[in-house]
């Protein structure tokens, strides 16, 4: 594909990185001539100087015929314009990077559509929604996001004293949006059928939308009891995206910012929420508030303080911490001191970009499962000779799962066994992983690249 990016800075130049890697035609657009031969020497990408909110520029980067404009600068109008200029100009689709939520929720004005933008996305709220997960769910093994955030894939061991052990999947009664993908036993993954019992110590791997996750999982998992208990260091924009994204009934959230003017701002906006006006990274102040008996410790301010408060929050004893770092080079020292989950807003953000730019193809989605199975992405071809069958319909000659796909109005669901398959659909299908091909057959999914 050929994909332009606006802005060579951090996020940037990683987008850069795993795009071409990926096999994409990259062109990357800076103002930041020494920021722009680093790049290129480095990275398998075409650059060029110039301003990316000027027409001249955006065509002459071939905007005209791109599959994708992405803005990443760190100044959101900028960004807008670049996706004007460039949606204009012919590019395909477009995607801007936007850090002030008031452009991302103003419920009066839509500006992805005055702009002709695709799709917004925030850095900081897209980091915040997974650390949300997470502590929503801190025993998952593995979680995954779909569909813009609002369909989740976790893998969980089960418990032995789980009400749903030793029943057949289909007596479960699971909420609706819910399905079981996986079955891990013995370290062999399947695809579950009707009939299959899920015992104690099987990894069951479950798709769900995130606000019926809470109760699949209640089925299977170990009970939790009581709400859980946060403290947040530092008064940051993900600090605010991740407080909204707890529900007050579930967690007991303090927020530590030792600025008293942000602290008085943050304190009239999170009404749900108890904010301090002090350093929770500071031994004197995580002592007084006690704070070795939370649930997690999360560290937003810069890396080097989020490194020293979370290493000692795990020598107290605190099992969960979740330090945000935006300098990779932290990344290996942390893991050392014992921070096994590291949080980044550049890494969310490039994870977004990928995700848009390969919306359309065939894609293998890594690291969920070894050996056995894939978790693909695919867009449903015009020629596929399943188009206007039934879920129900499709027998099982070739094992798959349809995790999640479209409405017909386009919004993201786990599908049920009515569901008509149709052209130009988005799907999350797992299969076994000698299958794959066939998959790609009977949907008709061909790759760009």
Known sequence: MDIILCGGGEIGGIAAETLSSAGDSVTLIDIDEARLEYLEKHLDVAVLHGSASSAATLRAAGAASADAVIATTNVDEVNLVICDIAATLGAQRTLARIDHSMLLGDEQLDYASIFSVDRLFSPDRAMASLMASRLRHPAAIAIEQFAGSTIELQQFVVDARARGVGLP????????????????????????????????????????????????????????????????????????????????????????????????????????????????????????????????????????????????????????????????????????????????????????????????????????????LDVIRLRVGAGAPLIDRTLASLGIDTPMVILATEDRLGNPIVPGPDMTIAAGRTMIIITTRDHTTKIRTLFAAESNR
């Open 169 to 372: 999947l289909q007596a479960l009664a699971l909420p609706n949006g819910t399905r079981v993908a996986a079955v891990t036993r013995d370290g062999e993954s399947k695809l579950p059928s009707a009939e299959t019992t899920l015992q104690g110590g099987d990894l069951v791997t479950i798709v769900a939308h995130n606000k019926s996750m809470a109760e699949a999982r209640s089925m299977l998992a170990a009970p939790h009891y009581g709400r859980t208990s946060v403290a947040i260091s530092g008064g940051t924009a993900s600090a605010v995206w991740l407080c909204q994204m707890l529900d007050a009934r579930d967690f007991d959230v303090r927020v530590f910012e030792p600025n008293r003017q942000r602290a008085e701002q943050l304190g009239a906006l999170l009404d749900h929420v108890t904010v301090l006006c002090a350093d929770a990274g500071v031994p004197e102040t995580f002592d007084e508030e006690h704070l070795d008996q939370v649930d997690a410790f999360v560290s937003m301010r810069s890396d080097e303080r989020n490194m020293l408060a979370c290493a000692y929050a795990l020598n107290r004893g605190v099992d969960l911490v979740m330090p945000v770092v935006r300098q990779r080079e932290f990344v290996p020292l942390m893991h050392q001191l014992g921070m096994r989950l590291t949080w980044s807003p550049n890494t969310a953000a490039v994870q977004t970009i990928r995700r848009f730019v390969h919306c359309n193809e065939f894609e293998r989605l890594e690291g969920i499962f070894e050996g056995t």
